[in-house]
């Protein structure tokens, strides 16, 4: 198993990016192409578990390499708008378990064995 961190991964992003000349899109660019990505992810969800098959013609996708693909363009944001990922899990954690402390059923610790 890969223990990479985040910091590691926008710092490889960065990397692969930075040989480029072009760099990062602008933000607008990157916001379409998320979109994109989030629409890939769908037709596969919806392939997988939806009512609309695949066409015999079309090429096995995974779930994995389209979340991966997902993951890459949000790095690719974050890093363009210089923000650091981590911080922004912790921000978001910590806004999700204030808010929702008891919006949810808690699991029974005797069920959860």
């Known amino acids: 198993m890969d223990d990479t961190t985040m910091k590691e991964m926008q710092r490889q992003v960065d990397r692969y990016i930075s040989q480029f000349k072009e760099g990062y899109f602008h933000p607008l660019s990157m916001l379409a192409r998320m979109t994109e990505e989030v629409g890939e992810l769908a037709r596969e969800v919806n392939h997988r578990f939806g009512e609309k098959p695949k066409k015999a ?6 779930m994995e390499m389209e979340l991966g693909d997902l993951l890459f363009i949000l790095i690719c944001f974050a ?4 923000i650091d990922l981590d911080e922004s899990f912790r921000l978001v954690m910590e806004k999700y378990q204030t808010r929702d402390a008891d919006r949810w059923t808690p699991v029974d610790p005797e ?3």
């Open 57 to 62: 013609t079309e090429p096995d996708r995974s």
């Open 79 to 82: 890093n363009s708008l210089e």
């Open 111 to 113: 069920d959860a064995t």
